[in-house]
């Protein structure tokens, strides 16, 4: 009897402590299977999964983030850089070839509207983002922002559907043209494209802008002649005349009244340039080392632009030969080159007071404010 007794004792502890073993891998996340930042394989950060991560997907790893072990410098940033457009290459390649990360930054790139970048340039949760002249109106209605660098030239071109008649600005006048946005760059193009052809592109009067969410919506209605003409970025417009016919009308990068000028400028925080401009040095390198690594490889940054999907384009030469318009490296290296972006800057803001989308009376005196050589300081 003492010996079977002694035996279910010995059952029911072995059973006590296997049940004890299961308990403590569960609160342990599974045993083996769990990992640290320090165990994260580098190749994860420029995966297909991790060039769709959203703002909302890096909140919830913001406990994981590699700052905590002081591997960054200025540890995790969001950059908007999920807007599908080709001419955003810089911002591609200085992720995917290591670029920010050379710099001290754990960059995660987002989808921002441009209401979002606003918000983020003002509080500078965004230190820096790439836009065009679409930005001066917004400066003068209150967001703290500076220019500090010019990224390239050309990327905006106006369509028509096969068979359209319209040739020439002046053939717009009465006609719908679609844009991405209202106040966007497209529209602002476009507007000073009619209006150096007489037209009056201001509150709709010569002609009517009509607003897509998705470049290539704006393509379907011009086929389908809901619209006549469509104002759109790289690769969308190139895509058209060369899978559906259409006709190129304008083109940014060759234009008199755009050609050898900035498209797209770079834009810092006012806030994060107050507070730390070395760190915005430190992007403007990682910058300038993606524009130098994209003139020497046009082909080979088109093929990562798509092959990661940063933009819907498959045809690698059509992209490689936009890529190439956009006349990289660009970045200021010299005195003469950053007073370039300061006239350019200047020019612009020039055409924009002239049909009516800057209130400014003093455009030399609102250029010198805007603009801010971060490079000398």
């Known amino acids: 009897m003492k010996s079977t007794r002694t035996s279910k004792l010995i059952v029911i502890l072995a059973l006590i402590l296997a049940m004890s073993s299961v308990m403590l891998a569960a609160c342990n996340g599974g045993g083996s299977e769990t990992t640290t930042d320090s165990e994260e394989p580098a190749a994860e950060t420029t995966s297909d999964a991790?060039?769709?991560?959203?703002?909302?997907?890096?909140?919830?790893?913001?406990?994981?983030?590699?700052?905590?072990?002081?591997?960054?410098?200025?540890?995790?940033?969001?950059?908007?850089?999920?807007?599908?457009?080709?001419c955003a290459a810089p911002i591609y390649i200085a992720y995917e070839n290591g670029y920010y990360a050379e710099e001290g930054f754990d960059v995660n790139l987002i989808s921002a509207d441009t209401e979002t970048r606003k918000i983020g340039l003002n509080n500078g949760t965004i230190p820096i983002v790439n836009g065009d002249f679409q930005f001066f109106p917004s400066i003068e209605e209150g967001v703290k922002v500076k220019v500090v660098e010019g990224l390239h030239f050309g990327c905006i071109t106006i369509v028509v559907p096969e068979g359209s008649t319209i040739k020439t600005a002046?053939?717009?006048?009465?006609?719908?043209?679609?844009?991405?946005?209202?106040?966007?760059?497209?529209?602002?193009?476009?507007?000073?494209?009619?209006?150096?052809?007489?037209?009056?592109?201001?509150?709709?009067?010569d002609v009517t802008f009509v607003p897509f969410s998705d470049g290539n919506l704006e393509i379907e209605a011009a086929e389908k002649g809901e619209i006549d003409a469509a104002a759109i970025w790289d690769p969308f417009g190139a895509l058209a005349v060369e899978e559906h016919g259409f006709t190129k009308i304008?083109?940014?990068?060759?234009?008199?009244?755009?050609?050898?000028?900035?498209?797209?400028?770079?834009?810092?925080?006012?806030?994060?340039?107050?507070?730390?401009?070395?760190?915005?040095?430190?992007?403007?390198?990682?910058?300038?080392?993606?524009?130098?690594?994209?003139?020497?490889?046009?082909?080979?940054?088109?093929?990562?632009?798509?092959?990661?999907?940063?933009?819907?384009?498959?045809?690698?030469?059509?992209?490689?030969?936009?890529?190439?318009?956009?006349?990289?490296?660009?970045?200021?290296?010299?005195?003469?080159?950053?007073?370039?972006?300061?006239?350019?800057?200047?020019?612009?803001?020039?055409?924009?007071?002239?049909?009516?989308?800057?209130?400014?009376?003093?455009?030399?005196?609102f250029a010198k404010d805007i603009y801010f050589d971060v490079k000398s300081e």
């Open 170 to 205: 002046a053939d717009l006048k009465g006609k719908k043209i679609g844009v991405d946005e209202i106040g966007g760059t497209p529209h602002q193009v476009a507007s000073l494209w009619v209006e150096n052809a007489g037209l009056k592109a201001k509150d709709n009067q």
């Open 50 to 86: 991790d060039t769709e991560t959203t703002a909302e997907d890096a909140a919830e790893s913001e406990d994981t983030a590699p700052e905590a072990s002081g591997e960054f410098k200025y540890g995790k940033i969001d950059i908007p850089g999920k807007d599908g457009a080709l």
């Open 250 to 365: 304008f083109d940014l990068s060759t234009d008199p009244l755009f050609a050898g000028k900035y498209c797209c400028f770079l834009y810092a925080s006012e806030k994060v340039l107050a507070e730390d401009p070395e760190k915005v040095r430190a992007l403007l390198r990682a910058y300038n080392k993606a524009q130098d690594w994209i003139a020497a490889n046009p082909e080979e940054a088109s093929k990562i632009i798509s092959e990661k999907k940063y933009s819907s384009i498959e045809n690698i030469d059509l992209a490689s030969e936009l890529v190439k318009s956009y006349q990289y490296p660009t970045h200021a290296q010299t005195e003469n080159d950053q007073n370039q972006v300061y006239d350019n800057v200047l020019y612009f803001v020039e055409e924009l007071a002239k049909v009516g989308y800057l209130k400014t009376t003093d455009p030399e005196s």
